[in-house]
């Protein structure tokens, strides 16, 4: 039960790492992604992968449908690219320098 839990887990860490990069570069093929997507990653089973992949499948073929629905939730004084801009820094903040977060903090 808990390597299954395990990974599941590292599964939902692949499918979101698959959807920043497609959120970075909507043009590219969501199947041409999960598929180079692999290539940058060690080892891992056979089970996760396809997890990963149909949760990162299933969530691009949706996006216009959970943007749509993520904007009804919106505040009223918020926009919608203001929230996305937000979200965008709150998924890379743990991977950048003081610095960095302060600059990008600064453009915001």
Request: charged share 35%; with cysteine.
């Amino acid at each position: 039960m808990k390597k299954q839990y395990k990974e599941r887990t590292k599964g939902r860490r692949y499918a979101f790492e698959m959807m920043y990069r497609f959120s970075v570069n909507a043009d590219e093929n969501p199947k041409d992604i999960s598929d180079s997507y692999w290539k940058s990653v060690e080892e891992e089973s056979e089970d996760t992968k396809e997890f990963a992949c149909s949760l990162f499948l299933g969530a691009s073929a949706g996006v216009d449908t959970n943007d749509e629905i993520i904007k009804s939730f919106i505040r009223e004084d918020w926009n919608y690219d203001r929230w996305v801009r937000w979200t965008e820094v709150f998924c890379v903040l743990p991977f950048m320098s003081f610095s960095e977060a302060t600059l990008l903090f600064m453009r915001l």
